[in-house]
């Protein structure tokens, strides 16, 4: 039964991955599990917004399209679905999975995993690891969510669901389940739990490992962006895998990629911190074995955190960001004075602001690029403030410049909206009761 | 010979809260020494200007081989709270690729 390699799907990397290179992975992978990462760092506290507005909401707002065009293949094909689109309401995602199912006439059982939301048992007064300021000093606290390991998703895995919602989740833990499930690893088996979370990291930014976020001509070519394929690993009993695509997609699957996904969003490349267990990324070789095929080696594991890392989400204020644009030889100039008189106009009002111009200074300040004298330019004003009302103002005196301003403004747009921040804190294993719950079954009828 | 980086190595960047991450990959493994005797955290931060204000620290990844820095960004300057354009620093990659060595 082993001998087989696992096939294991990357069907998103985040919450706006696109879903049809996900179908195309279900149709033609053979794949055994789809898991879709959805997830960014303060998407749960998000949709709490939304939950607190509609109790039944909360869940990924583009769970009804997934599940629409992956539902019937899934079935069809017997893959089972494993993802964190529950967000902040995993009971409600699964139940709305069941709903899209039965309209589509798809007979799916659906089960929730529970337990991530730990608002009501994390301490306000605990530091954040940030700043070492006071959780609860930070602003109305909003979410809480502990990211869960592998022991939470076992379960699941071994009920009959096909399809398993949670919310927050180690990242690399939605791969490791089903292969510590299905291989039958031991929770104390820390080589092949680090192996299995490598494979894991390397897959849960979907695209990012087969040639997304890569592209950069004439030095790095990616055949066919357009169709770029997403990932699929092929992983054997002892934790090693192969990472490839389907054939025909578009990207590349290479020393290249696999090297740059190894290191992305790392800390410590030598202790690589999951709920499962603490991975050596130094240890890690990894080879090409074919077009689009690189084998990734064993990697050493140490053994997991007492402590589960919690996000906190917590209420920021309001950001106002509003844009003009001037053309010409002279467009710099003119888009400097327009951010002078802006923050002159504003300077009685106490907002701190963010002006800079859009091609020229505005991603990395006084720069390398920031001498260039392009044809046309930008000007950008932000700020964050308290109220809704005084960082409008930003928005107003942006506006104003049509009249008010430099010659030859041009498209004003103006953008507000609320600012939840994230900081992070501990809790330990034992407050957080973790609790898998069957939605279904549900006929086709 | 003075050349730019774009030229010899490739790079990504990531962002955990108030950090920014990149891994910097060279094309050929064999100028991987190089870019280890000339790329220190001293010229990476002043490189990457106002996005790194604070502490950077390097890894050695002799197993991509690659280096790989982790910078400081500025208090307030989070992917959540940030006024900037790129608040989650996806951009700086390329702002390290233009530097000389």
Redesign the interface.
Known sequence: MTARPLRIGAGAGFAGDRVPPAVDLVERGALDYLVLECLA??TIALGQQRRLADPELGYDQLLDKRMRLLLEPLVRTGTRLLGNFGAANPLGGARRVLTCAAELGVPVRVAAVLGDDVLAAIDPAAPA???GRPLGEHGELVSANAYLGIDALLPALESDADVIVCGRVADPSLFLAPMAHHFGWRPDDDDRLASGTTIGHLLECGPQVTGG??A?PP??LVPNLAELGYPLAEVCADGTAVVTKLPGTGGRVDR?TV????????????GYRTPDVVAD??????HEVGTDRVRIGPTAGRPRPDALKVSVGYR?GF?C?AEISYAGSTAVARGRLAGEVVAQRLAGTGL???V?L?GVD???????GAAGRPYEVRL?V???AASRELVEAVGEEVTALYTSGPAGGAGVRVHTEE??????TSIPRAAVRTEVVPVGPVGSQ | MSRRLLELAHARAGDKGNLVTVVLIPYDPADYPLLCARVSTERVRRQLGGRAVGGVVRHEMANIPGLLFVCERAPGDTVTLSTGLDAHAKSVSSALLEMCV
């Open positions: 760092e303060r690891w940030e700043d976020y890569f950069d030095f790095k290249m090297g740059e996904q190894l290191g992305y969003e790392v800390l410590d490349p030598t990324f130094s240890t890690v070789e990894f920021a950001r960001e701190r602001l963010a800079s859009i505005a991603l990395h300040g006084a720069g390398p950008r932000a700020s964050v600012v939840i921040g994230v900081v992070s």
